[in-house]
């Protein structure tokens, strides 16, 4: 019998319905993991974004990978739904080695590039609502599971690193609030999770070519290149599968405790553990970023990827 890392560990991957949540749930069904999928958008329904993807289409490509998919629709900021979700991964499986908190879906709300007084506050306070609390909600009802066998692993997803976010204006008060907020998320559970053999790290990843950032590109992952006329930097973009690699990566490692609390990015992982992006190449997002697109430098990707 072939057996790949994650054979026989439990998953939850809160947000999994598209772009990065879809691609991590894939990724640990690929090493071999049973991953429960959650998000709003079912077949039975959308949420607010009113978009395509669902959380059924992730639990079937999960297990086209090779691993286990399971969909539940959840609104992670229920408590009641979140409570009910642990306790029936609990009854099914009676333990939880990984939880991802990638719960987002409130760019539709940001309101970019204007100061404090002029953001509507019912739009500002949604976005943190989504994006802190439903993690906060999510890991107090996982982490009881979580904790019962050392090794268990928890992610917060972010945009940007703690390095990078505390340098770098983030172009809204409550985007910029959100983002440092899950950072911190991570460092928080990671001195909660160390007694009990438990490592938490919050990791970016860099321009994710997700599926809403394709259309906004005009372009599609085949010839997603083309979307340099619009924004030559948008050469350095990465799938969502790359950071899906790094949490695998990191479910994988024995030694995951050297990441406890850390802030990292795909692309500072994938020069650890050597996974690439689907096209084999190792894109060091948060670096171009800040060398090339923030020191006003012309687009070149060399080096980078």
Known sequence: ????????????????????????????????????????????????????????ETAELVTAAGGIGIAVRVDHLVPEQVRDLVARIDAEQG?????????WGADPLITWEKPVWEQPLDRGFRTLRLAVDTHIIT??????????????????????T???????????VFYDLAKVSV?????????????????????????????AMLEHFGVTEENWRDGAAKDPHFLISETPAFVGRAVAALAADGQKARWNGKSV???ELAQVYGFTDLDGSQP??????????????PADVTGYR
Not at 7 to 36: C, D, N, P, S, W
Not at 95 to 103: P, S
Not at 162 to 172: G, I, T
Not at 284 to 297: A, C, D, H, L, P
């Open 1 to 56: 019998m072939t057996t790949t890392p994650l054979t026989g560990k439990v998953a939850l991957v809160a947000g999994a319905t598209r772009g990065a949540g879809r691609q991590i749930a894939i990724q640990l069904g690929a090493a071999g993991a049973t991953v429960y999928a959650t998000g709003r958008s079912s077949r039975a329904g959308r949420s607010e974004l009113d978009r395509p993807e669902t959380i059924e």
């Open 95 to 103: 333990h939880l080695d990984v939880l991802v908190n990638d719960i």
């Open 139 to 160: 890991s107090h009802y996982a982490l009881p599971l979580l904790i019962r066998r050392a090794g268990g692993l928890v992610v917060e997803i972010g945009d940007g």
């Open 162 to 172: 703690k390095a990078y976010n505390d340098d770098n204006y983030r172009l809204s």
């Open 183 to 211: 950072n911190r998320l991570a460092f928080t559970q990671a001195h909660e999770l160390e007694p009990h053999g438990c490592t938490a790290v919050a990791l970016t990843p860099g321009w994710i070519r997700s599926e």
């Open 265 to 267: 990015s795909s692309g």
């Open 284 to 297: 060091e997002g948060f670096r171009y970023i800040t060398e090339v697109v923030n020191s006003g430098k």
